[in-house]
């Protein structure tokens, strides 16, 4: 049975930090790219960031030069360190592969001004 277990999200105000976690069971995970998406009330789903089994990355315009998305394979855990928040950060964070389109239920991101 695979599983996506995403925590850290939060309450935080504009300019603070948060890092996200995403535990992967089930899945052979140093062979899947790794990718963090959000959805914000009314909006359509996006994506954040994503990491490849050799650690390239890709961002969203949105969040590039203050998000970080990295990989530890020993731990089966993807992290997006989030900097610079802004209330426009304010999202559902989803954990999901890109191969298979596996997702997680999701941690709540909330950032005040």
């Known amino acids: 049975q695979v599983r996506l277990v995403e925590s850290g999200g939060g309450l935080v105000q504009a300019g603070g930090s948060l890092r996200l976690s995403c535990e992967a069971s089930?899945?052979?995970?140093?062979?899947?790219?790794m990718a963090w998406n959000r959805q914000a009330p009314g909006k359509p789903r996006e994506l954040v960031a994503a990491?490849?089994?050799?650690?390239?990355?890709d961002y969203g315009d949105s969040v590039k030069g203050r998000f970080t998305i990295s990989r530890e394979n020993s731990k089966n855990t993807v992290y997006l360190q989030m900097n610079s928040l802004r209330p426009e950060d304010t999202a559902v964070y989803y954990c999901?592969?890109?191969?298979?389109?596996?997702w997680g239920q999701g941690t709540r991101v909330t950032v005040s001004s």
């Open positions: 999901a592969t890109v191969e298979h389109n596996y």
């Open positions: 089930g899945i052979a995970f140093r062979s899947y790219t």
């Open positions: 990491i490849s089994p050799g650690g390239s990355t």
